[in-house]
């Protein structure tokens, strides 16, 4: 929307609505990226990002490496809207020695002191991104927006609040929004009001004097009265919150206005009254009825709107001419026979074991936009003579391995011993170059000579 208004578009840092074209940030209007796509790191120092479709070592610390790129972006003269997207305070707990050994002095354990850390180092970039600004003559200009996107990610601090990231009590959800604009209207204050990420288009749009499409259908609310205190009026309305685990359910969920919290979890639903208690001490479920049915009437509604045009997720598409290659990585697959994922979870950067049979297959669909010729890859370990096969809807690609294969673990600076897989270098090997008609398609991987392959995923490349 401000792409089309004339604004330059960056995004830096991590992204986590589609790791391939159209879906990734620039199929989404991003005219410039810098960062990465499967929503998490396994390595926050020297590792390798994505420049638009590139991938790009770097050498440093990963949020000081997006703040530098940020601070570039910003400082060219056209108008434009930069997204930097920080990878931390998160798992791997992983800092720099200045950063650390500061709040080790203090007693802290080594998880403690790297989270400490890891928010100070934060700090430090956010004060270099407003000094930049400054001496670029931007700052009056400027709407500056901080925000985060959930709770912290493990027990720890969290202000009193119930619960942390994937749950959907306030402590999982409730988040800080500091929004500065210091040439506007934006009055010094605090808004009381809830808001929610569907609201920062409206405001931003009506900040920038963008006009926004009524065939858009935006849900959220433009802001705007309540930060420049213009705003007599301000009718309560409903924020719905639901926790997705791979295994697909309707809960846990929760429905909440300014004063009521209802929770919705498989052996507990709950009504809370935020004003009186913020810190969900006390379920008033009984005490209320008629609210709490009203709640739940309307979370079940919600819920059947949103999921209306069913829940899967879409294909992935190749074929676009800007993109080079196309990745099929093993979290997106699904998985048949005994085969199970390494990390169990399956989620960002996580590889397929337990191969043995025909039955052991991981299998993508996809959707090829146009006819093209595509070297297809796989990145996998293996023992020598390890017959692999490739099925592309009917036609089988076979490929025996020469040589063994392995993918050694790039060594890391964790401060505490992760719960998530390594990162590791792949291998990648060349099944065959096929040429792939437009339409959906079915792509499976197995191997029936060993036990010891690892698949991490498959390569589309263009010819």
Not at 88 to 95: D, E, I, K, R, S
Not at 340 to 357: C, E, H, I, L, R
Not at 362 to 380: G, I, S
Request: glycine fraction near 6%; charged fraction near 25%.
């Amino acid at each position: 929307l401000l792409g089309a208004n004339g604004y330059r578009t960056g995004l830096f840092g991590k992204w986590h609505n589609g790791k391939q074209y159209p879906h990734d940030p620039i199929g989404q209007g991003f005219q410039e990226f810098f960062g990465f796509k499967e929503g998490h790191l396994n390595n926050y120092f020297d590792t390798k990002l994505i420049r638009n479709f590139t991938p790009e070592q770097t050498t440093g610390y990963v949020p000081d490496i997006l703040t530098d790129e940020a601070i570039r972006f910003m400082q060219k003269d056209d108008p434009f809207f930069c997204l930097l997207t920080y990878n931390t305070p998160h798992a791997p707990f992983q800092v720099p020695d200045k950063y650390f050994t500061k709040y080790k002095a203090k007693g802290l354990d080594d998880r403690t002191a790297a989270i400490y850390g890891m928010v100070e180092n934060l700090d430090d970039n956010v004060a270099r991104l407003l000094k930049a600004l400054r001496e670029n003559d931007k700052e009056n200009e400027t709407i500056v927006i901080y925000m985060t996107d959930n709770g912290p990610n493990g027990v720890r601090f969290n202000g009193g609040f119930k619960g942390i990231k994937g749950h959907v009590d306030e402590g999982g959800v409730r988040v800080p929004f500091f929004i500065r604009y210091p040439d506007g209207s934006i009055e010094n204050k605090t808004v009381e009001e809830y808001a929610a990420h569907i609201d920062i288009l409206p405001t931003l749009a009506a900040l920038t004097h963008t006009q926004v499409p009524d065939s858009l259908h935006i849900h959220g609310r433009n802001m705007l009265p309540l930060l420049t205190g213009n705003s007599t009026t301000w009718d309560d309305r409903f924020f719905f919150t639901h926790q997705v685990a791979r295994t697909f359910d309707t809960i846990p969920g929760a429905v909440r206005s300014n004063q009521y919290l209802l929770t919705l979890y498989p052996k507990d639903t709950m009504l809370f009254d935020l004003i009186s208690d913020p810190y969900q001490k006390q379920n008033i479920a009984l005490n209320k009825p008629e609210i709490y049915k009203e709640y739940v009437a309307r979370y079940v509604k919600w819920f059947g709107e949103v999921t209306s045009r069913g829940i899967d997720p879409p294909l992935i598409q190749i074929g676009y001419d800007i993109v080079p290659e196309v990745e099929f990585p093993a979290p997106d697959a699904a998985l048949h026979g005994s085969l199970k994922f390494f990390g169990v979870q399956g989620w960002a950067n996580d590889w397929v074991t337990n191969f043995s049979s025909e039955k052991d297959s991981a299998a993508w669909k996809f959707n090829a936009v146009k006819n093209q010729t595509y070297d297809v890859m796989l990145q996998l370990t293996s023992d020598t003579g390890t017959a692999i096969t490739l099925m592309l809807d009917n036609q089988k690609y076979t490929f025996t391995v020469d040589t063994q294969l392995t993918a050694p673990v790039i060594p890391n600076r964790d401060r505490d011993p992760r719960t998530e897989v390594e990162e590791r270098e792949w291998p990648e090997i060349k099944i065959a170059s096929i040429k792939i008609p437009a339409g959906i398609h079915k792509v499976r991987v197995y191997t029936t000579t060993s036990k010891n392959m690892e698949l991490k995923s498959i390569i589309i490349r263009k010819t």
